[in-house]
């Protein structure tokens, strides 16, 4: 009966692990120092090996030849355990068991000891998908299991365990495999299956699987049954539907060029031949924020996958590719409630002003500057004075002196608006005040500010 390459090539030994080396290392210092929690929290994206490496620690624990906390995979335990009949091993899926009746059986039969093996393991697939009865319910085996049992929790949803469980458990988090790491494992299987293979499909199979190598290994799998044992670009361009990198980057130069005739052309065909648009739009706007990532930062590695395979975008204003990434966002958005082709095609429309486009060190170096108009007296001191002091000053005498304006004014007005007055003169030194007394309206009696 044929395997999938999905089963057949599942890691069997931590050594097998791909992409998850601090869960690994944690495991297996824990089995070689006898440190082995009573019960785990395993948390991550599906597909990165969460469940495989339960089963591993299962054999480690129960192998009667252990070796530096690997299992040796040879003695009657580890060889029932990859089998799937090994008594000791209980694996259920809270997606189908998530009631709290199921969780009763497990407190029924969790306080008998391990049948054949040195420990009783129990694996719970999906476990957030237990409702908060049957969370309850397990509280307190969890918190004080019989001895030589050890609980699993496998969940791709961490923030959904209650807090009670997770206070009680040991929690690993799984991450993403990397698509370097994805691809040298799909090389692998390529290798021992004897199947032709393309640098640039495998590069297309590891991104298609965001990381999830039950993905990858199943794609290779479909990918090199549709090829008859060849697994090329083109191939996975009419299997998947999907364009391969440098398609989609000559598609963002046609919209960074604005050369929307070609862009709406090129859309129209991908469409006509059945390829997956959402997934081209998709890839699209992952491709501009990787161009805007290389773009903005001093380094990139690290951050961005093959930074050196954006350079040519380097040429075109971060203001450019911001604006092309907002529009293919909206695009994607607007797809939600009408048919995609429509949405894209509006999309791409809206791209004939990018090649318009400059830094805004250039729009500013050729904005014209206008001359700064002079602004008039009049203008100055309406600028400076509030509405009451300008009706003060302008019930006073004006005259013009020595290049001045002189601004008869009664004393007790001008000290009314005194700190709007002196503010003024600093502002306009043109300005003079000249003070008279009520009582005394003689020349004698003025004073010249």
């Known amino acids: 009966m044929y395997i999938p390459f999905a089963r057949k090539y599942r890691p069997k030994f931590f050594r097998e692990v791909v992409g998850q080396e601090v869960p690994v290392r944690i495991l297996k210092n824990a089995v070689r120092s006898g440190k082995v ?21 299962a054999k480690s624990l129960n192998c009667l030849n252990p070796k530096e906390g690997e299992p ?39 306080s008998y000891t391990p049948i054949k093996g040195k420990f009783k393991v ?62 040298s494992y799909l090389k692998k299987i390529c290798s021992e299956e004897g199947l032709e293979c393309e640098e640039e499909a495998l590069s297309t199979i590891a991104r298609a699987s965001e990381g999830c190598m039950r993905d990858a290994a199943s794609l290779l799998d479909q990918a090199s049954v549709f090829g008859e044992g060849k697994v090329t670009q083109r191939v996975m361009e009419s299997f998947l539907g999907i364009l391969s990198v440098d398609k989609v980057r000559d598609f963002m130069k046609l919209l960074l060029e604005s050369r929307v005739d070609e862009a709406v052309k ?43 395979g954006y350079k040519p975008f380097e040429e075109y204003p971060l203001e450019a590719l911001l604006y092309l990434e907002n529009l293919v966002n909206r695009g994607k958005v607007e797809a939600r409630t009408r048919p995609a082709i429509d949405a894209y095609e ?27 108009r002079e602004e ?43 700190g709007e007055f002196e503010k003024l003169k600093r502002h306009v030194p043109e300005v003079v005040f000249e003070l008279r007394k009520k009582k005394d309206q003689r020349k004698d009696t003025t004073s010249l500010f």
């Open 37 to 57: 929690a009573h019960a785990y929290i395993f948390a991550g994206p599906r597909g990165v090996g969460k469940t495989t490496v339960a089963r591993i620690l």
């Open 72 to 110: 040796c995979g040879e003695c009657e335990n580890c060889l029932e355990i990859d089998k799937g009949n090994f008594p000791d091993l209980i694996e259920m899926d809270a997606a189908s068991n998530r009631g709290i009746d199921d969780v009763r059986a497990i407190r029924e039969a969790v």
């Open 122 to 183: 129990y694996i719970i697939d999906e476990a957030h998908m237990l409702t908060k009865e049957a969370f309850n319910a397990l509280l307190k085996t969890l918190e004080e299991p019989p001895p030589r049992t050890v609980f699993i929790l496998c969940t791709t949803e961490y923030e959904k365990i209650i807090p009670t469980i997770l206070s009680r458990c040991q929690r690993i988090i799984f991450s993403r495999v990397k698509e370097e790491d994805v691809k």
């Open 266 to 308: 090129e859309l129209r065909s991908l469409y006509e031949k059945g390829y997956n648009l959402s997934k081209f739009w998709e890839t699209l706007e992952g491709e501009i924020r990787n161009a805007i990532l290389v773009k903005s930062l001093e380094d990139a590695r690290g951050v961005v996958e093959d930074p050196d």
């Open 346 to 372: 509006l999309a791409l429309i809206k791209t004939l002003i990018v090649k318009e486009i400059l830094p805004i060190s250039k729009a500013l170096a050729s904005a014209p500057v206008e001359p700064r």
């Open 376 to 418: 008039s007296l009049e203008e100055k001191i309406r600028t400076n004075l509030s509405s009451l002091a300008l009706k003060a000053i302008e019930k006073a005498n004006r005259r013009e002196e020595n290049g001045k304006v002189v601004f008869e004014m009664d004393e007790d007005d001008y000290e009314a608006f005194k």
